[in-house]
T-cell receptor
Framework: GENVEQHPSTLSVQEGDSAVIKCTYSDSASNYFPWYKQELGKRPQLIIDIRSNVGEKKDQRIAVTLNKTAKHFSLHITETQPEDSAVYFCAAGTSYGKLTFGQGTILTVHP | NAGVMQNPRHLVRRRGQEARLRCSPMKGHSHVYWYRQLPEEGLKFMVYLQKENIIDESGMPKERFSAEFPKEGPSILRIQQVVRGDSAAYFC?????????????FGPGTRLTVL
């Protein structure tokens, strides 16, 4: 089955800096790669996703890149703010919608 | 358009009791997924259902766990004879179709505590 590895497990940055989180996946059939943000005690919320027919997608301060050949994808957050502090999960989707999640990255943005 | 609804939000059970978790998908969504999140861990897929059908239950423990999504009413995740290791947050998500490229929207979760 699919296996998703996510790094780093924790990331600490200063406000205004950029943050990068990386994921690799194993199943070449995966074609959907969402990123979720989860605050303590809350539900995972989709922040951005990318499908296999594009290599990069951007939404304001957030961008995701996908390299299907190398089977890895990355989340980039620019101009980080304290409210970006949360746990971020990457995931890879199979043909029928099942998502396999990475282990999560705890992002802390210091004011 | 109400989001994915789950109830109860918190559930406390003693060992050996049954836990019943409910999930109402977003309006217009006919596909439901259940995930389990243990403390300090990521989300693990459990089961994928469409109305009256279990499509993939590869993540479900072989015993004590069952799920259904009837023609009418919410999806139910049922855990019989709960043990302390079942303590976790259980999230459901829904999507409008199961093509593998449709966004899954998550509910607020049910936090199960087994005493």
């Amino acid at each position: 089955g699919e296996n998703v590895e996510q790094h780093p497990s924790t990331l600490s940055v200063q406000e205004g800096d950029s943050a990068v989180i990386k994921c690799t996946y194993s199943d070449s059939a995966s074609n959907y790669f969402p990123w979720y943000k989860q605050e303590l005690g809350k539900r995972p919320q989709l922040i951005i996703d990318i499908r296999s027919n594009v290599g990069e997608k951007k939404d304001q301060r957030i961008a995701v890149t996908l390299n299907k050949t190398a089977k890895h994808f990355s989340l980039h957050i620019t101009e980080t703010q304290p409210e970006d502090s949360a746990v971020y999960f990457c995931a890879a989707g199979t043909s029928y919608g099942k998502l396999t999640f990475g282990q999560g990255t705890i992002l802390t943005v210091h004011p | 358009n109400a989001g994915v609804m789950q109830n109860p939000r918190h559930l406390v059970r003693r060992r050996g009791q049954e836990a019943r978790l409910r999930c109402s998908p977003m309006k217009g969504h006919s596909h439901v997924y259940w995930y389990r999140q243990l403390p300090e861990e990521g989300l693990k897929f459990m089961v994928y259902l469409q109305k009256e059908n279990i499509i993939d239950e590869s993540g479900m423990p072989k015993e004590r766990f069952s799920a259904e999504f009837p023609k009418e009413g919410p999806s139910i995740l049922r855990i019989q004879q709960v043990v302390r290791g079942d303590s976790a947050a259980y999230f459901c998500a829904s999507s409008p179709a199961g093509t593998g490229t449709d966004t899954q929207y998550f509910g607020p979760g049910t936090r199960l505590t087994v005493l």
